[in-house]
């Protein structure tokens, strides 16, 4: 009966047995087991370019606020934020392997080159759906930042702009895109099942208890948090 079989079936998972294929009659680990060092590979690449392109945009974008060049980055985050990863992908496809042949179509290869050319484009189109968030996110932080009076006093002490930036406001301003891109992601799953707690969650964002709970659900955000104090420090 199909009970019994299916409790032979977790039995046989637990001790790393997942059967064989249908088609091709391998063992159905192995097959895994090739796939993950790629799927580590792309999803390390997507979120590292999100996060370098993410965390440049969006201190330019701020620093050159409501000139031409942010309201570019402003149209960009809008339309990547708007515009699926998949789409993103198609098009990429599309034009750098299909029109112009920069990057490959398919496949893997077999060198650390052939690797990283055939990661780069789909981690590039990963990350269009993640730098805009947090080029929006990110930029205004660090304007809010910029209204505090400790930069106030920190001009009145003949700190540069650029050194009150990496010392002060990127650090405060990326602690509190992480914390904030984190609770928005919290709250938009709990949107899908449930509503009211959605809307709760959203109200719990802003204590620092739900702040220090979520920085950890939000890499992307996390990881230019981390990069923000790195700069800061230097």
Excluded at 85 to 109: D, E
Excluded at 112 to 130: F, I, Q
């Amino acid at each position: 009966p199909a009970p019994v079989r299916y409790f032979f079936w977790l039995r046989e998972v637990a001790q790393g047995n997942l059967g064989y294929g249908i088609k091709t009659g391998e063992p159905v680990a192995a097959v895994i087991g090739r796939r993950i060092g790629p799927t580590l590979l792309l999803m390390g690449s997507g979120i590292g370019i999100g996060i370098v392109v993410g965390l440049a945009l969006g201190i330019v974008s701020a620093v050159r606020k409501y000139l031409l060049l942010d309201f570019g980055l402003t149209i960009f985050a809008f339309l990547g934020t708007s515009m699926p990863a998949c789409f993103a992908g198609l098009v990429g496809l599309y034009l750098f392997s299909l029109r112009f042949r920069w990057f490959p179509a398919g496949g893997f290869g077999e060198s650390a080159w052939d690797h990283l050319r055939a990661v780069a484009l789909p981690g590039l189109a990963l990350a269009v759906a993640s730098a805009p968030v947090l080029i929006r996110s990110l930029r205004a932080s660090i304007l809010s930042a910029y209204d505090q009076d400790y930069v106030d006093t920190a001009r009145s002490l003949g700190l540069s702009d650029g050194t009150i930036l990496r010392r002060f406001v990127l650090r405060n301003a990326s602690s509190s895109t992480c914390s904030s891109q984190s609770a928005e992601r919290e709250a938009s799953r709990s949107s899908v099942a449930m509503p009211r707690a959605a809307t709760s969650a959203r109200r719990r964002s802003s204590t620092a208890r739900w702040k220090a709970g979520s920085a950890a659900r939000m890499p992307s955000a996390c990881g230019a948090a981390r990069i923000g104090t790195w700069i800061s420090r230097s």
